[in-house]
C-alpha cells in the first residue's frame, strides 16, 4: 500500500477554537468506506465532547472532498435484510453529522458525488472550491441515496433542481451550486481551507450560547420533518437490494460499463 | 518493428520536449480538417499535459500549407448521409471538450497560425492564449455561408476579442481577416514571415519559461474568469485569494530577493 494511503483515514488538525477533520484517502477519492466513516464518527466525537472546539471543518482532498461511499462494500448484499444490517450503523454516521449541536462547515474541492455530497449536505453550511461538483448519481447505479440526500438536497435547492439531480444524476458546478442555493461562497482552490478555517473562526468568537441556539433555530426550519423523510428514504433504499436492477447496477459500476436495467 | 503503412499516418503528433508538449495536425493533404479522432486525441493530450509535471506548455501548429481548414466536412457529408452525425451531438463530445481543455489548462497554449484557419479551425486558433501568425495567415468564418452559426467557442472569444460589430460583420459576411488585420485589432499577438514562424513561437516560450509557472497558471485562471465575472467587487476578492497563495510561494520570495540583489531570479514552481 502506498504510504500516503497507509496513514490515518481521517486527519484532525486544532487551530485554537476550530477543529479541523479532513478526510485522508485522496487516492480512493476520499470514499466513504466503513473505516473512513467510523473515523470521521469518532473524530467529531471527540470534537463535540471537547469544550474548547467551538466550530468544526471538515475538508477532503483537493480532487475529492468525498467521490461517494464505498460500492464495493455493498454491490453483493443480497437483499433489503442484509442491506439494512449491514449499513444501518454505517449510514447512521451521517446522520450523526448532521444532529452535530456545534456548527460544521463542509470545504469542498473536487468531487462532492453520492454519499459525499450528502455529507456536505449534513454541514450547517458548504463552502466550495470553484472545482467542486455536486450530484446524487445512485439512480445510474440503480438505488437512490440512502444518507440524507433525497431530503437535505430538496431542501437546499428546491424541488425541480433536487429531482433534475437525483432522477438523473446531473451534477452541478460550483458556480451553479451557488445559484441554487446549495453552498454560501466559492472560492479559488488555493484559498478553500483559508475561507473555511477563517469562517469557522469568526463563529467560534461569537457568543457560544447564541451560536447553539442560532444554529437550533435555524435547523428547526431547515431541517422540519426531515427525520420522517430520512427513514422513508432510507427505507427505499434498503427494499431497492431486493431488486436485479440494483446488482446489475452496482456490477457495473465495478466493472466500468453501462449497466443494463430491467425493471426488476 | 515495422513503420506503419504511409496511408495511416497519424491525424495529429504529439511529442513533448525541453518542456513543450508540441501538438500537430497532420492532415495536409485535407488542410488539416478535424476528425472525431483528431478532437478527442487533441482534448485528451491537453488534458493529460495539465497533470504532467514535465509539461510547461503547449505548441500548437498544422502541418503543410494550412492552420486548419475546420470540421471534415466530407467526413459529416458521409456520416449525415448514413444517419449517424448529429451536430449537437457532435459538438458536446469532439469539439467542445477540446475547446474548454485548452482554456482550462493552467499552462500555456501557443499556437503557429499560417495560410488558412476556417471554421472550427479559426475557432480553434482562437481558443489558444498566445497566437503567433505566418503573413499568409487569414481567419475565415464560413458557418453563416452554409447556414450555421459560429462554434466551438467562436461566439464565447471573438467579441471579446473584436468588439461586438466587428464580431457580427466576420461572422455574418464570413468577411476574411488578414494577419494584418488580425494583429492590430488584437486577435492575434505576433505576425512574422513564414520561415519564422517556429522560431517566433519557440522564442515566446522561452520568454514564458522564464516567468513563475505558478504566476504563468493563476494569472490565465484570473483572466478567464474576469471574462464572466460578476463585478469589480468579486474579481477584485479573487485576486486577493489568489495573492494571498502566491504571496506564501517560494517563487515570489525568489523575485523579490533577486529584484532587490539585481539579479537574474532562478524560479523553481514552488
New interface residues.
Partial sequence: MPAAESAAEVLVERDGAVAVLTLNRPKALNALSVPVMKALAAALESAETDEAVRAIVLAGSPRAFAAGADIGEMKDLAGSGEAEAALSEHLARWDKVGRCPKPTIAAVSGFALGGGCELALACDLIVASETAVFGQPEVQIGVIPGAGGTQRLTKAVGKALAMDMVLTGRRLTAREALAAGLVSRVVAPEALLDEAKGLARRIAELAPLAVRAAKAAAAAAADRQLDAGLARERGLFYRLFDTADQKEGMRAFAEKRPPLFKGK | MSMPAETSAPEFLSETKDGVLRLTLNRPESLNALTGTMLRGLADAVTKAGRDASVRAIALAGAGRAFCAGADLGDVKMRMADGSFEHGAELRKAFNPLILSIRRIEKPVVCAVQGTAAGAGASLALACDLKVCAEDAKFLNAFAKVGLVPDSGMTWLLPRALGLSLALEHAWLSKPITAQQALSSGLVNRVVPAAELEGSVGELLGRLFAVPPLSLA?TK?ALNRSLEAASLEDQLE?EA??Q??LGRTKDHAEGMAAFLEKRPAKFTGE
Fill in positions: 493563476l485562471r479573487y485569494q489568489l494571498q497563495f
